[in-house]
Nanobody, 125 residues
Framework: QVQLVESGGGQVQPGDSLSVSCAAS????????VGWFRQAPGKEREFVAT????????KYANSVKGRFTISRDNVKHTVSLQMTNLQPEDTAVYYC??????????????????WGQGTQVTVSS
């Protein structure tokens, strides 16, 4: 079972950019789709973006389309989420997750088998 660790969260101002990364331990990310989800205080966890193995297909939530980019490095076995023009409504704990479904990569959290512990992203002036 692949184990996931997120990194790169922090506090930024509106309009800033930030990147979060997801690394694997105990296994590689080969043949796994990797998705990013987020959960804001008092809200349900929501889908943000996902990328298939080996990276040919991506999907984004409408709320982040055009601002966020998901990518993967299949040598380093990491998946990154580059976030630009961040807004206060993007404030949440961001989680990466891995799924064996790849065609297409899933957007439902129930399809993901392994989850990281999350990293906080705070957008505030």
């Amino acid at each position: 079972q692949v184990q996931l660790v997120e990194s790169g969260g922090g506090q930024v101002q509106p309009g800033d950019s930030l990147s979060v990364s997801c690394a694997a331990s105990g296994d590689t990310l080969a043949y796994w789709s990797v998705g990013w989800f987020r959960q804001a205080p008092g809200k349900e966890r929501e889908f943000v973006a996902t990328i298939s193995w080996p990276g040919t297909r991506t999907k984004y939530a409408n709320s982040v389309k055009g601002r966020f980019t998901i990518s993967r490095d299949n040598v380093k076995h990491t998946v990154s989420l580059q976030m630009t023009n961040l807004q206060p409504e993007d404030t949440a704990v961001y989680y990466c997750a891995a799924s064996r479904l790849t065609s297409p990569p899933p957007i439902q959290s129930v399809e993901y088998r392994s989850w990281g512990q999350g990293t906080q992203v705070t957008v505030s002036s």
